[in-house]
Structures are given as C-alpha cells and as structure tokens.
C-alpha cells in the first residue's frame, strides 16, 4: 500500500528526515512513536502534500503511484486520508457544506455519482451517530469553536465519510478522554480490511490498546531506529526512550 | 479645488450648453436656475483630480479621456433582463425610465419616472445634493434627463422594489446621470434592490445621484448590486437623511466596471436613527473601486454599523474612505466601521482611509481595517480532504465574504447578491 524507501526531507535547510524506509502492506495498521522533534508530524505532513518540506532524496510509493508527484488535492483523490494533529478552523465556512464538499470531491475523483444534500445528510446523520457527535455540529463553522475532543472526532467523521485506502492519524489522541479515544479508535476499527491501511502516529501507548497495530515503527531523529509488533509500544511506555536514544 | 482639465470634462459641459433648452423641465424656472448654477458649479470644480483629498486614491483621468455623447433617444436591442426577484420593477436603459418593462403596481405608493413629472420634484429635487461641493452631483444635476421617484406614504409597507439600469451597446461612449428621488413618510417601508449592468464592450458613464429622505421611524433596506460591463465607469452618489427613529440600510456589491466609485453621505439628523452601510468589492484584472462613506451623527441616541470586505485579484485596485464626523450634541453616538481586505495577488493594492471626527464626549465608535493573503494553512487543509485548489480558493473566499452578505436581512435581495457573486465567480473562471 504505502512503500517509503530512503526519505529525506529538510525544511529551511534543516534535516528533519534522515532517511526513512517503511513498508506498510495492504490491511495493516503500523503505529510510528518517538520523542518530540523525531520528525512524526513532518513525515505525516509531507505524505499528505504540504509543500513546506523540500524533499531531498528517496522515494514513496502510494497504491502503485509516485505518491511525491501528486498535488495534495490528488493524493487524497487516490485513497490518502490525514487526520490532523491540529485541525484548522474554516470560519465562514459550515461544517456541513465543508464535508459533503470534499466527499463530493473525492467521489467525483473515483468516478462515482456526486451526493446532492438529502442523501449528504443520511449518510453524514448515520456516521455522526456512530461517533457519538452532536448535531449541531453540522451547522457551525468547521473546527471552529469545537473542542479539542470534537476536532479530533470531526476528523474521525471526514475519514468514515471518505473511507481512504490510507489513514495517517497524526496524534489523533492527543487531548482526548478516554470515552473519546475509544470513539476514535472504534471509528478506525470499523474500517479495517484487507483494502485499508493506517499509519497511526502517536507519543503513547494509550491509543494502541484500542487500535491494535500489527508493526510498531520507533522514529528517532528522523530515522527508524527499530521496528517490531505490539510488544514494542507497551516496553517504550515502560521504559521510555532512553534506551533507543542512546543507540541512535 | 484642484481639477483635471483634459477634454473630455469641457465636452461633458458642452454638452450642457447645447442641451439645456431641450432637457427635461427646461421651462421650470426653478429647474432651469438649479441646472445653472450645478453647471457652473462643475466649471468651476471640474472632474477632480487627485489632489483634491476626497479623491486622493482614485484618478478620473481614465473617464476624463473619454469624448462622452447623450445617449440615443430610438433603442431597439433586446435587454438581457434577469427574471424578477420582487413584485415591482422599474427599469431604466441608459438613464431613461422605461415604462413598458416596468411593473410599478397599482396602489398607495407613488412610484415613476421623474422626467415625467417634474413639477412635482420641486423642493424635493436638491434638497439633500450638494452640488456645489461635488462636482459629480453637479453634473448629475446639470443632465439629469430622468430618474426614478419613490414615494411611500406614512404607515405603508410597499415592499420590495427593484430599479434595474442597463446601459446597451453603442458605437459612442456615452454618458447617464439619473436622478433618484426616493422618500419614505413616517413609519413607511420599502426594500429597493437596484442592479446596474452594462454591455461589456461599450465604454460609458454611469453617474447616477440619489436622494433618500427617511422620515420618522420608517425604515428603507437598500440593496445595490453593482455589475458594469468591462468598459463602464461608475460613479454614484448616494445623499440619505434619516429622522428620529428612521433606518438606512445600504448593502453595495461591486463587481464589475472597469472604474466605480459607491459614494454614500448619510445624515442621521434625529435621535434614535440608525444607518448601516455594509458591502462587498470583488475585483480582478485592472479593475478600480472606491467606496467612500460620508456619516454625520447630527443628533443623540443614533447608531451606526459598516463593514467592508474587498477581494483583489490581479493588478486590481481598491479603495476604502470612511469618515464618521459626531456632532457635539449627538451624545451617545454608537459608532463602528470595519473595513477588511483580501488580497489574491502580489500586483493587487487596497488603499484604507478611516477617519473619525467626534466633538461630543459620551460616544463609543471605533473602527478597524485588516489586510490579508489566503491563509496557508486553510488552504492544505481543504486539499488534503480532495478538494482541488480552485475550488478551495473560491470556499475560503466565499467565507470570507459571509457575515458581510449575511447582515442583508431580506432573503430575496441577500439571494440576488449571493448569485452576483457566484455570476462573478464564474466570470473569473
């Protein structure tokens, strides 16, 4: 599904990626953890297209595509789905006309029929309902004035509503309870199959109890320092990073 | 006053002197003394240049350039009139009322064509213009050759109305100044959605001056949809006087014309009065657009609210002048002005000029400009969720605009304008 192959990246002439490899095969979920400024987000960030990130050398390969040639607007069209550490406000713009905007995007990229507003707001009401929303949510502004805990689930909501081919959940848990992070990662359960992909990014094992991943990656200083299952994140909320870092 | 000279200003008289015995109302001796004097008045100010402080930020000389002739009097081409949005209807081609388009109804309110009885305009036209301090005005008043007159009787809610003026093609530029007479008696009502357009290729000017007298408690929404085609200038002038208790709503889009200028002086001449100018500048290419705002708080108790929004794209051009001016016995002056820019291009300039006068000391105003980019951030989040960057560009823009169009309280002129912009939109393309 997704296959990163020597990636690096710098931003104003910093090195932040130091060459990253990573294959994550179709219907698995992998979860990246590491310090702050390991280069979590930037690598998130960069997958989805923000041009802030010069690439400097390697490759990534997204469902047969060069994911790195694709304008961000293409990479979702294509199946890449990012759940936003911090999602941006949109005043102005509703949050309902904000989703089926881009649902009607995406579904206009893979050649199926645009939803008009009544079958929007089946679809949309059935999802909400799932993830405990309140609707009322629908007619404020997107992001705006939603807290912490319904940003996070607003991004959980666009995801079910676009069902991508390839999560990247960039600290989708920070600022969540724990009835919230159980919503969230339910939200990502449901979507599981042999067609869907997640790269979870996160700084603690919390989340990994509810979202089992299959790998656990360890990015430090803008490299994999090691990678292995589950049991990986569980000796890292035990023993921290220290160990990691010194052999990085 | 400083003036530009060139031409085109000195045909625009001359045009006066050899009309003036056969203008509309030539024989009314009040009439005939108030065009004489408004022509003199231009003489003697000429189109102003940018010297004069009122128009540091906007040059004529593009306008003054144009050799401009009378419209022709025998029109033939079929309009492109848009379906109608309210129950009545006047329209205007090349500032001639134009009877059999129009759908004046039938009742209380007086509503027609000033030309076709001037008599009765007597005192009332002039009243509120100020020619002699506005060369533009005066010229409107020198060739006015018709407008429209409005008047709504005490107590009457007349609804909505609609004064639709189109320029057509011709092979001349030409220039129009109507005159609109519009006055509400105590407690009257009336929603007016006026609409200016203009065939794209025909360079004309479009001067129209307005005087809107508000009595007591009555209340008139003012929707302004200003369209000119690619070549047209337009330069309006809006004089409102609002009662004790009465309301002005002015709501202004332009987005069109190769030059505009929305110029509003309201006088909030009795206590508890209100006004509220709000708009909306869409600008691209090397468009030009000036909204000038003149408001005197003349007495206690009044209330003023206007916001601004531009979008400049291009090497486009826009202006904002806002002066408020409290008069020292208009104690509890409620004042606020907010003029916020958006600008698509590096090329693209916006010029913000508010200025507060207050001579009384019990009055909150303030005021507030912003200038600003696309936001960034905005912007990838919408790409990121597959939408393609034009689209999400035209959303962040469109939200922008939003709480300026939402202040129109009325659906059917918030709609018009909704769909003005969206034409806009489309025309950008």
């Known amino acids: ?248 | 006053m400083s003036k530009l000279t060139p031409g085109g200003a000195e045909a625009l008289l001359r045009r006066y002197e050899g009309l003036s015995s056969r203008l509309p109302g030539a024989r009314l001796p009040w009439l005939a003394s108030l065009r004489a004097a408004a022509a003199a008045a231009f003489r003697a100010q000429g189109l102003p240049s940018r010297r004069a402080e009122a128009w540091r930020y906007t040059d004529l000389r593009p306008i003054a350039e144009v050799e401009f002739a009378e419209p022709l009097l025998s029109v033939t081409a079929a309009l492109p009139l848009p379906a109608q949005r309210l129950p009545r209807r006047a329209i205007f081609v090349d500032g001639r009322f134009r009877e059999g388009l129009s759908e004046l109804g039938d009742d209380a309110v007086a509503l027609g064509s000033l030309a076709a009885d001037l008599p009765a305009a007597e005192g009332r036209l002039g009243r509120l213009a100020r020619p002699e301090e506005h060369p533009l005005a005066a010229l409107n008043t020198a060739l006015f050759e018709d407008g429209l007159t409005v008047t709504v009787p005490a107590g009457i809610d007349a609804g909505g109305l609609e004064l639709s003026h189109f320029v057509l093609a011709a092979e001349r530029p030409l220039a129009c100044h109507p005159r609109h007479l519009i006055r509400l008696e105590a407690g009257a009502r009336l929603l007016l959605l006026e609409s200016a357009q203009g065939d794209v290729a025909t360079r004309y000017l479009h001067n129209p001056v307005f005087e809107i007298e508000i009595a007591e408690g009555a209340s008139l929404v003012h929707v302004r949809l200003s369209q000119e085609g690619e070549a047209g200038f337009q330069l309006g002038t809006i004089y409102a006087r609002i009662e004790a208790g009465g309301t002005y709503d002015n709501f202004t889009l332009n987005a069109g014309g190769r030059l505009v200028r929305n110029e509003i002086h309201a006088v909030l001449a009795g206590p508890e009065a209100a006004c509220h100018m709000n708009g909306a500048q869409l600008l691209r290419d090397g468009q030009h657009a000036d909204t000038t705002t003149v408001l005197d708080h003349a007495a206690p108790d009044c209330r003023s609210r206007q916001t601004y929004k531009t979008v400049l794209s291009g090497r486009s051009r826009g202006v904002f002048q806002g002066r408020i001016h409290v008069h020292q016995l208009a104690q509890r002056t409620d004042g606020y002005q907010m003029n916020q820019a958006l600008l698509l291009s590096p090329e693209a300039e916006i010029d913000s000029k508010p200025q507060l006068e207050i001579y009384a000391d019990d009055v909150k105003c303030s005021h507030g400009a912003t200038v600003g980019a696309l936001d960034a951030d905005q912007l990838f989040y919408l790409r990121a969720r597959g939408i393609p960057e034009p689209a999400a560009r035209t959303m962040l823009i469109d939200a922008f605009l939003q709480d300026v169009v939402d202040t129109i309280a009325e659906g059917p002129a918030r709609d018009a304008v909704a769909t003005a912009i969206a034409d806009w939109w489309r025309g950008q393309a």
């Open chain 1, 1 to 248: 599904m997704l296959k990163i192959e020597g990636l690096t990246a710098e931003v104003e002439g910093k090195l932040i990626l130091r060459g990253i490899d990573l294959d994550l095969p179709p219907g698995e979920v992998h979860a990246i953890m590491g310090p702050n400024g390991a280069g979590k987000s930037t690598l998130a960030y960069l997958l989805a297209g923000r041009e802030d990130y010069a690439v400097t050398g390697g490759t990534v390969r997204f469902a047969g595509q060069d994911l790195l040639a694709l304008a961000p607007e293409a990479r979702a069209a294509a199946g890449l789905f990012l759940a936003f550490q911090h999602p941006v406000e949109l005043p102005g713009v509703g949050n309902a006309l904000f989703l089926r905007t881009a649902l009607n995007a995406i579904r206009r990229a893979r050649g199926e029929d645009e939803l008009d507003a009544m079958q929007f707001l089946k679809l949309v009401r059935e999802r909400m309902r799932s993830l405990a929303m309140p609707e009322d949510m629908l007619k404020r502004s997107a992001n705006v004035g939603f807290s912490g805990g319904e940003k996070k689930r607003n991004e959980v909501l666009q995801m079910a509503l676009m069902r991508p081919k390839l999560a990247i959940l960039d600290e989708t848990d920070s600022g969540l309870d724990i009835d919230a992070l159980r919503i969230v990662a339910e939200g990502v359960n449901a979507l599981r199959g042999p067609d869907f992909s997640a790269l979870v990014i996160t700084h603690h094992q919390r989340l990994l109890d509810y979202l089992v991943p299959d790998r656990v990656h360890v990015l430090i200083g803008g490299r994999i320092v090691q990678s292995g299952g589950p049991e990986l994140a569980r000796k890292l909320e035990a023993e921290g990073y220290g160990f990691l870092q010194a052999a990085a």
